[in-house]
């Protein structure tokens, strides 16, 4: 399967997500500020990869001879809401603090990428007990190989249903505005032979009232203590649709996506992108340019609207004490 990251030994190759689906294109990353910038621009996106990015970014920082600490402090201010950055960072300062060297800086950003490679094909594993046969899943944005330095979290249960027969379909919300869903996931999905549709992203009340998906699966950018999580804005929408239709809805993340440092919600600081992003697609102006416009990126689903969490470590249930 397609891999979105790889560290060179001196340097990082990405897929610039930016350019798909018309072009599969690799850039490589020298410096801290190509790391910054990359995940800014979000040429690279999604939880764990934006944490497994940054952790390879404080090695580049160290390779250029940078202060590692003013480093971690730059890439902390990438984006804000996926916690994977910030843990991947305080997991790359402990080694710094203890005065490890270049090795043992490097064995620690690898260590962080096989851990989610790792969790990636656990938590297929796991996602499987609960997709019924001929199971037609709806899901939001890309939780694949585009988000993941594996095969993924949503995806990841998606690709293991393909593969032993259980999968009907997969029904791709296009995800505004940034369109991950349109431009990635079904990307991925044609790629590696999974049926796929894609729908606006209103079309999802249609097609549950109409009994066309027996399960939703999501990501997770970030899962307080008591089990609400950010995740891509639209997300919070098809939990209240689901619960409303009795619909299963779940959410898969490796555990480096729990936050025990916040209790609820209402504690996750939620992005808000650049007004343009939503008033135009593409170099197109949806709107008049002088149009007002709110772009959250991210919004917060309450726990009480989710069936179950897809972990590396089997379905969990809140309240999450340890992750680790
Ligand atoms: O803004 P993005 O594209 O970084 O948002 C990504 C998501 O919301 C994903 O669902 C989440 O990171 C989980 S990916 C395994």
Redesign the pocket.
Known sequence: MLKSIEWKGNYLIIVDQTKLPEKLEYVELHTVTDVYNAIVE?KL????L?GVAAAYGVLLGVLEGRNPYMVIEQLKKS?PT?VNLFKALDEMQEVIDEGGDLDEIEAKAREIEAREVEASEKIGEAGLAVVPDNARILT????GVF??PGI???LAVVYRAHETGKLSKVYSLETRP?L?GARLTVFELMENGVDVTMVVDSMAGILMSKGMVDLVI????RVAKNGDFA??IGTLNLAVLANHFGIPFYTA?PTSTIDLNINSGDEIPIEERDEEEVKRVGECYITRKDAKALNY??DVTPHELVTGYISEKGILKPPFKDNR
């Not at 939001?140 to 939780?143: E, H, L, M």
């Open positions: 979000m996106r999604g939880a764990p934006i984006r996926a939001i944005c890309n939780t988000a993941t993924g979290t949503a940034v991950q999501v990501g997770a950018d995740n891509k993340l990126a991210f």
